[in-house]
Nanobody
């Protein structure tokens, strides 16, 4: 059974940084995409970032504007999301995602999801 467990969320102030981690287990994710989504209260889940197995392909949502960096440690099956200069509008539950593919509209459709970690940014 595939498990994705996020950690690293918390309550921070505007301008602070956080690094989220996602530990994957249950199977090898060799060759597969992994990424992050988020869902703010009252809003739909939205794409944040994705990365290929090799790291040669990364995709980011436009709203990040260089503040977020996705990375992965394939030897440990861990995915990271470094978030800098956080803003109150970044407040959301952040979800790790794995496998799946980009569809014909170039939107990432994962096969597996984590349970999420809460990030709250105060002004």
């Amino acid at each position: 059974q595939v498990q994705l467990v996020e950690s690293g969320g918390g309550l921070v102030q505007a301008g602070d940084s956080l690094r989220l981690s996602c530990a994957a287990s249950g199977r090898t994710f060799s060759g597969y995409l992994m990424g992050w989504f988020r869902q703010a209260p009252g809003k739909e889940r939205e794409f944040v970032a994705a990365m290929s197995w090799s790291g040669t392909m990364t995709e980011y949502a436009d709203f990040e504007k260089g503040r977020f960096t996705i990375s992965r440690d394939n030897a440990k099956n861990i995915l990271y999301l470094q978030m800098n200069n956080l803003k109150p509008e970044d407040t959301a539950v952040y979800y790790c995602a794995a496998d799946g593919e980009f569809d014909s509209s170039h939107y990432y459709r994962p096969a597996y999801w984590g349970q999420g970690t809460q990030v709250t940014v105060s002004s």
